[in-house]
Nanobody, 122 residues
Framework: QVQVVESGGGLVQAGDSLTLSCTTS????????MGWFRQTPRKERDFVAA????????YYADSVKGRFTISRDTAKNTVFLQMSSLKPEETAVYYC???????????????WGQGTQVTVSS
């Protein structure tokens, strides 16, 4: 069984930066396509960024391009989401997911963390 654990959330001000981390237990992050999603109580779980396991290709939601960076450190068994110029509307629970398909669709991922809260104050 694979467990996914996110960390790094917190309260920041608009314009600040924050880095989220995601690790797996049971299987290494290197064998999965990894994605970050975010969700507010009123909305569906939205795609943020993904990184492909084989090529390290990355893909971003239009709303975060140029501000967010997803990366993988296999030595640390960790996937990072570096976020900059954060906006209040990006307040959400951020989820990390692991799967066998490089996709923007939440249903394509097999394993999910519990989420980490990011709150951006104005």
């Amino acid at each position: 069984q694979v467990q996914v654990v996110e960390s790094g959330g917190g309260l920041v001000q608009a314009g600040d930066s924050l880095t989220l981390s995601c690790t797996t237990s049971g299987r290494p992050v290197s064998i999965y396509d990894m994605g970050w999603f975010r969700q507010t109580p009123r909305k569906e779980r939205d795609f943020v960024a993904a990184i492909q396991r084989s090529s390290q290709n990355t893909y971003y939601a239009d709303s975060v391009k140029g501000r967010f960076t997803i990366s993988r450190d296999t030595a640390k068994n960790t996937v990072f989401l570096q976020m900059s110029s954060l906006k209040p509307e990006e307040t959400a629970v951020y989820y990390c997911a692991a799967g066998r398909e490089y996709s923007i669709g939440p249903s394509r991922y097999d394993y999910w963390g519990q989420g980490t809260q990011v709150t951006v104050s104005s």
